[in-house]
């Protein structure tokens, strides 16, 4: 058994998910408070604003810089695109579940599956059409409100980013990853408004609500494991799951 933690290790644990809960909250509000204004129809003009500044006044087809910044964004977004989050979730898995860490593989199915059908939810619910102000420039078909992208890949790059910051040795690599995960979380719903097929608001929806989830996602795991009810332990003995 792992020998109890010091009490400035409890205190720092304690302040940590403090934190995380204060987050979590934050995020929810966040979302809330844009729902709301985009129902009522609020954010019109910031978001044909946003939309405009990133197009050729006299071509709303030709997104603004070079030709390679369009090439790089279309690449960008795929990185939150249904089959590399796919690709990514079921890799992970895969290793999570052959390294017998089972209470993390069911993590991260959990964050990951049920992201995507809460993402959906959402897109019925609100049943926000497509910007028709510029032109799309790459195909989409759902609903606007929220942005799955942003959402799936803040929630798939969090959960993971968290993953890999906690086998890290040191506070400076545990941030990097972490920093790595949200750069690349942000990158996605930037792609997104820039190629013109969602509203700065429907991605910035996307962000808050993908951030929630993963962080309750994770905040309600690590309950289960400090309750002891999840098992927390792998093959070779040591410590599975969220650190508690």
Same mark, same amino acid.
């Given at each position: 058994?792992r020998?109890?933690?010091?009490?400035?290790?409890?205190?720092?644990? #304690?302040? &940590?998910?403090?934190?995380?809960?204060?987050?979590?909250?934050?995020?929810?509000?966040?979302?809330a408070?844009?729902?709301?204004?985009?129902?009522?129809?609020?954010?019109?003009?910031?978001?044909?604003?946003?939309?405009?500044?990133?197009?050729?006044?006299?071509?709303?087809?030709?997104?603004? *810089? =070079?030709?390679?910044?369009?090439?790089?964004?279309?690449?960008?977004?795929?990185?939150? *695109?249904?089959?590399?989050?796919?690709?990514?979730?079921?890799?992970?898995?895969?290793?999570?579940?052959?390294? *017998?860490?089972?209470?993390?593989?069911?993590?991260?199915?959990?964050?990951?599956?049920?992201?995507?059908?809460?993402?959906?939810?959402?897109?019925?619910?609100f049943?926000?059409?497509?910007?028709?102000?510029?032109?799309?420039?790459?195909?989409?078909?759902?609903? #606007?409100?929220?942005?799955?992208?942003?959402?799936?890949?803040?929630?798939?790059? $969090?959960?993971?980013?968290? $993953?890999?910051?906690?086998?890290?040795?040191?506070?400076?690599?545990?941030?990097?990853?972490?920093?790595?995960?949200?750069?690349?979380?942000?990158?996605?719903?930037? #792609?997104?408004?820039?190629?013109?097929?969602h509203?700065?608001?429907?991605v $910035?929806?996307?962000?808050?609500?993908?951030?929630?989830?993963?962080?309750?996602?994770?905040?309600?795991? &690590?309950?289960?494991?400090?309750?002891?009810?999840? =098992?927390? #332990?792998?093959?070779? &003995?040591?410590?599975?799951? =969220?650190?508690?």
């Amino acid at each position: 058994m792992r020998p109890p933690a010091d009490p400035a290790t409890r205190r720092r644990r #304690s302040a &940590g998910l403090f934190a995380a809960l204060l987050l979590c909250a934050g995020a929810l509000l966040a979302f809330a408070e844009l729902a709301g204004e985009v129902v009522a129809g609020e954010t019109h003009a910031f978001d044909e604003a946003v939309l405009l500044a990133m197009r050729n006044p006299a071509d709303l087809a030709d997104p603004i *810089g =070079p030709a390679w910044v369009e090439a790089a964004f279309r690449d960008i977004t795929s990185l939150g *695109g249904t089959t590399v989050l796919a690709a990514v979730t079921l890799a992970t898995l895969g290793y999570l579940l052959l390294a *017998g860490k089972r209470t993390t593989a069911l993590l991260v199915a959990v964050a990951v599956g049920g992201g995507t059908i809460l993402s959906s939810i959402l897109k019925s619910g609100f049943e926000r059409p497509r910007p028709d102000l510029v032109a799309h420039l790459v195909e989409v078909s759902s609903q #606007s409100f929220p942005s799955g992208h942003a959402m799936l890949a803040t929630v798939t790059w $969090l959960t993971l980013g968290t $993953l890999l910051a906690t086998v890290q040795p040191t506070r400076r690599l545990k941030a990097y990853v972490l920093a790595v995960g949200i750069a690349l979380a942000l990158l996605v719903g930037t #792609s997104r408004v820039y190629l013109g097929v969602h509203w700065p608001t429907d991605v $910035l929806a996307g962000w808050c609500i993908g951030t929630a989830w993963a962080l309750a996602c994770w905040l309600v795991a &690590g309950a289960l494991v400090r309750r002891g009810a999840v =098992p927390r #332990s792998d093959r070779d &003995g040591r410590r599975d799951g =969220p650190a508690s």
